[in-house]
């Protein structure tokens, strides 16, 4: 169903992104690419230690996706890593498994919905799959003054 | 013959396309995605049935009665192509997977042989990526450098600029006929004639263009033409590479094997004659033979009704869409088919494309692996409507209600 994908707070982080805004002084700046369709974003993670102390995103895409990474910077803030980790596997079985939804999912469960719509499932993820990479490579670490 | 467009028209959808008449969540389905790919005709359909149930056979090399009936069909089709395009002479129809592969024989065998470091191939800013990522792999691997004809901002090639492009390093033009994008038809034999008076040669992609419009390669004079069968009701995997006889027989092969040899020994192969040097291996023979039935179909429907008729269908949906507040078209070309590329403000196409899915109405979303042109306009992605002749006004209505919906929806 349509508005079991367009639930009113997936529209309401699409038209105004929360932590939408670049983070000069962020620990690390990772892009997330969906080559397929064209949305990018940037995701700036500043970390104390172990936890996520900030983060926010800037970029164009589809309101799934960027509903998605908004609610994401919501709900990671204040995580630690391994919290965020889980979260995120949580979050990435509710999308693509018939599992009933993770108890503490929050706000995130409203993307239950897009499990009815297999083609954008990559664009409820694209946000996530840039934070772990944030999170997890070094490689792809920018350090930004 | 003789009866009003409409009642052609709609027969033509009812009957001879049986995918159109379908439901798709709930709702009746409004295909409009014919840039990706047409449906195919019940008699396209027939044809490639018939082949597998009765005559299947490898074909040139038989002596029995399966292998001579398939060949006879195979050689059949690439008449048909001939016809349909006009080429003088049926020795210049190269069966390719399509448009893809015709340019990349192109470039691998007559890029291969004539660029040098330092040469140029000259090509629109508004071409599809696969008439740029082959010229940009032999430029890398030649030195050579690649130059981009730029558009206005209704997605028209600047003609002047294209020509200011043209100079003694040019050794090739390549453009396509009709983008995918915007729906530009270009001027392809005047394109084709001032590169002439550089002593350049041309390619002109024609993919978007059989469906719609008449093509007569010997009109356009191009030195080479590309087509893809799917596009034009045929079946996907097969295409036309049409090019010039003396230009081709200088082209060394693209691909080495069976039936592009004349004879092989291990200290010398001599090669097969056109067109079969560049067909080697056993070809696509089914869909050889579904798009020489598809052209039998456009022969019969009329490619001057086809034209007439979409024209005006177009021109329906173009002010139906201007009429919707917050809707930008993208590629507005005074000479434009077929295509409806539009962005609606706030909303994003990938949005508008599952919505519109959700009311039975298939059309594409992205940037329709033309990039390039997508950034000119300032967009990442667009909606696109593609219409064939089986659309209706019925069909753009369904779109607009559809449009009007995702515009409620995002309210």
Known sequence: ?145 | MGLAIKTWQDQASREHFPLLDQRVHGKALVYLDNAATTQKPQMVLDAMNQFYQMDNSNIHRGVHELSERSTRHYEEARVKLQRFINAGDWREIIFVRGVTEGINLVAYTYGRRHVQAGDEIVISAMEHHSNIVPWQILCEEKQAILRIAPINQRGELLLDEYEKLLGPRTKLVSMVHVSNALGTINPVAEITRIAHQHGVPVFIDGAQAVAHMKVDVQALDCDFYSLSGHKMFGPTGIGVLYGKADLLNKMPPYQGGGDMIRSVSFAKTTYNDLPYKFEAGTPNIAGTIGLGAAVDYIDEIGLDRIQTYEHDLLAYGTAQLERIPGLRLIGTAREKASVLSFVLEGVHPHDVGTILDREGVAVRTGHHCAQPVLEWFGVPATTRASLAFYNTKADIDALVAGIHKVKEIFA
């Open chain 1, 1 to 145: 169903m349509l508005q079991d994908l367009y639930q009113e707070v997936i529209l309401d982080h699409s038209k105004r992104p929360r932590n939408f805004h670049q983070m000069p002084d962020a620990t690390r700046r990772v892009e997330g690419y969906n080559p397929l369709c064209g949305d990018k974003l940037a995701l700036f993670v500043k970390l104390d230690g172990d936890t996520i102390q900030d983060i926010s995103f800037v970029g164009a895409g589809c309101a799934i996706s960027t509903s998605s990474a908004s609610l994401m910077t919501e709900t990671v803030k204040g995580k630690s890593r391994q919290e965020a980790v889980q979260m995120m596997e949580r979050f990435h079985d509710l999308l693509t498994t018939d599992k009933p939804p993770a108890a503490n999912l929050g706000k995130l469960a409203v993307f239950s919905g897009v499990r009815e719509f297999p083609v954008r499932v990559k664009c409820a993820t694209l946000a996530w799959h840039t934070l772990k990479s944030a999170l997890t490579s070094a490689e792809e670490v920018v350090s930004t003054e």
